[in-house]
T-cell receptor, first 111, second 109 residues
């Protein structure tokens, strides 16, 4: 079975902190994605990557950056966390144009 | 960009009842996926169904690409079917998926 693992399930961070959310997949997928999910707004795409060291902005990239140094790992970085970034963050991976698999999600609270 | 609309937004069923969830999309697509999000937040892929019909146990899905809609059927519903059901399509070609707002299903014993 495909496994997408997110490093932290629940986090509480202070405003202004730098936050790293890590995601690892074990199926040699080319594509990796970061979404955030908020009540009433559904899932929104933050960043995605189709290859190592490659990244593309999604619909809401402001306040975020990403890193993909290895094929299996895609990290989401909040340079200076703010309260409006309190959300659930979902990592996903897929082969090009195929079934997408999600991690369990990371619930981030910024206080 | 492409629009994805799901209906109904909320649905309450008695255990054992059947239901149909609908997903409309505004442009032609080569990829459509259905997901179930359980109460703990985990999103599970149910179907990859750009066209035609597929079945998996009590669940089945049909996509009519030419008319730009897809249906998810749940038969003999169980309490474990509760959660939110999403459909998703690529914005264009093989670009990342755009998700509908979901249908929240509650199955009551």
């Amino acid at each position: 079975d495909v496994k997408v693992t997110q490093s932290s399930r629940y986090l509480v961070k202070r405003t202004g902190e730098k936050v790293f959310l890590e995601c690892v997949q074990d199926m040699d997928h080319e594509n990796m994605f970061w979404y955030r999910q908020d009540p009433g707004l559904g899932l929104r795409l933050i960043y995605f990557s189709y290859d190592v060291k490659m990244k593309e902005k999604g619909d809401i990239p402001e306040g975020y950056s990403v890193s993909r140094e290895k094929k299996e790992r895609f990290s989401l970085i909040l340079e200076s966390a703010s309260t409006n970034q309190t959300s659930m963050y979902l990592c996903a991976s897929s082969w090009q144009g195929n079934t997408i698999y999600f991690g369990e999600g990371s619930w981030l609270t910024v206080v | 960009g492409i629009q994805v609309e799901q209906s109904p937004p909320d649905l309450i069923l008695q255990e054992g009842a059947n239901s149909t969830l609908r997903c409309n999309f505004s442009d032609s697509v080569n990829n459509l996926q259905w997901f179930h999000q359980n109460p703990w937040g985990q999103l599970i892929n149910l179907f990859y169904i750009p066209s035609g019909t597929k079945q998996n146990g009590r669940l089945s899905a049909t996509t009519v690409a030419t008319e730009r809609y897809s249906l998810l059927y749940i038969s003999s519903s169980q309490t474990t079917d509760s959660g939110v059901y999403f459909c998703a399509v690529p914005a264009k070609g093989n670009t990342p998926l755009v998700f509908g707002k979901g249908t929240r299903l509650s199955v009551i014993a």
